[in-house]
């Protein structure tokens, strides 16, 4: 009773998530679907990527991560099939796989003719899920990719005192994650936001009071950024790619 | 294992999905739920019946859909169950089930004495849709309706060098959903919305530039048109009823 | 295969919700996962305990309620696992669990080294639910408990003509959910909400007129206060706390 998680930017009020909900529960009825998200900001790649990358290791392997935030969707770009790590990743050619391209399987997907090609989530990825999901191996899919599209990856640098990095994803309550490793907290005092907000480095939210921002390693292995009972991103006018540093 | 479908315009913040949810697995343990959606605008009987035309058939035969936009709740309208080309169906006595009434054999299911004026929904729909999961008849849930509520679908009309349709759903993204058929687009070259608004036929929303607009024949088989990267429905002022005409 | 419900703050664009669901998927498979909701206001044990109080009697016996609304995450607040009534419910212990610790068998959880300290649902919690899920016995799970933080609950008063209570909950649609018994009903002509705003006794929404207020005895067993097509919060200007007056 394989898994099939499905992550889309095609939010939940219309019907597009049951269109493809149809097409896994009519193809592969005992698959298990589980939902990552569906809010992904519209077409926002970098998400999609940062949220794939933190979940997928998290299922048990065998498990068939659909993911589709799809700009290009209906152009040239590649539709993708691939394995890595004992799991299963179906979607588009766009860098969104970037975290699990490494030592991977590829193989491109055929586009069935009749396609919408507004909606290859529907008509080309779910079935292909689908096809996974009942045994199919991958390299029936399609042919072998050696190539795929990869998106740079920001790696935090040293300075004199510390480490420089960014902001990577900024979550539902405002809370900044950083791609400062989680483990350069031990030889740190605080963190500097944007070259001007500065946060102690704490283990949780309740380490300091109400409207107080804190810095602590996160729950995905990295330095996050908080203000308690309110939002960081706000509060320091901060988004993806502001620059956080980590100081002693 | 049947599968039961939930649409409604619950919203997903308060209990009132979960105590759908609870009546059904306890009723119908074996049935597998699939959410269409829970977000249809409060009272939107139209949307409803736009999302629930558009997915019931991609479902499997023997599907029960359970759709629950009634704002006649607790009032004299007949609550149905009743079957279509071999789909089940249970909910209000609206016009929801507009799409599949053709042909289609329909029952009025009784109130139970103490269902919740309020909420059929949980009450009245869900242990219908739960006793048709467990295999009882449809005819054993009340007796024969032959004049179910029927609302009016608009149908395009030909003009001298096209079709007159309209916009008749708008999703999330802003794009309008038209009732003009997507194998029409085959001999046009240009849609206008609202008498103003000019969009070219494409394929796919990458077919122009970033904030251009598009038509293209949808996923849904009518012409849909979009803003790339935008919302059509604000740049051109347009929501459903807004004239879309079809031009060679 | 039992049932386990899900209960949260945590939004559903964020990976949170599925980190949650990885952890119980890979170690409680044959489980049965419903949400409840997971966009409590964030913080807000108030809410979460009247959802779930709401809610669990609804599902059948041997569910398990997973409920993380945990402001105090990383604190020494104490996690607990508890049965009552034949459910199981894991947790923090800072009153969300209120309506069902009376004659409940509590333990506190041990958090496992290692544990994020702003992740427990998924480090803590989750782990628990599964735990329990597989058969586990709730007594292996920790030490006895039996001081648990408990929420006042208010309750309403008698007045000369009739009941003094409170907004005790507003859903989505603005409508008041009040702590006046349902059945009190009976004796009364109409409601005063906030000293000012009178809605006549009746059924159901459609006793009156579009974007007039009505008050009747609710789904959830006490009295509501809603304006047809409208918001009765927004209109009346009240929220938690806004005293409700049942006049005969």
């Known amino acids: 009773m394989p898994i099939i998680t499905l992550l889309t930017d095609f939010g939940t009020r219309d019907s597009y998530v049951a269109e493809l909900r149809a097409v896994l529960v009519s193809a592969a009825p ?34 068939i991560h659909l993911a589709v935030v799809d700009p290009g969707v209906g152009t040239d770009r590649r539709a993708l099939a691939l394995s890595h790590g004992g799991h299963l990743f179906v979607g588009p050619d766009n860098g969104l796989f970037t975290p699990v391209l490494q030592d991977a399987t590829i193989v491109r997907l055929r586009v069935p003719h009749g396609a919408a090609p507004t909606f290859h989530g529907r008509d080309v990825f779910a079935p292909a899920a689908a096809r996974l999901a009942g045994g199919k191996p991958l390299a029936t899919l399609g042919a072998g990719v050696t190539d795929p599209v990869m998106l740079p990856i920001p790696a935090p640098g040293r300075t004199a005192d510390g480490l420089a990095g960014q902001v990577v994803y900024v979550d539902c309550f405002g809370t900044l994650v950083t791609n ?69």
């Open 180 to 248: 400062l490793p989680g483990v350069a907290a031990r030889d740190a005092s605080h963190v500097v936001v944007g070259g001007e907000f500065r946060a102690p480095l704490g283990r949780t939210f309740s380490d300091v009071g109400m409207g107080e921002s804190v810095a602590f390693p996160g729950s995905g292995e990295t330095i996050e950024v908080a203000v308690r009972g309110g939002s960081a991103a706000q509060r320091m006018g901060a988004g993806v790619g502001t620059e956080v540093l980590l100081r002693r």
């Open 30 to 63: 005992a698959a298990t679907l589980v939902d990552v998200t569906h809010e992904v900001p519209a077409g926002d790649v970098r998400a999609a990527m940062y949220l794939l990358g933190r979940t997928w290791r998290r299922f048990p392997p065998g498990t």
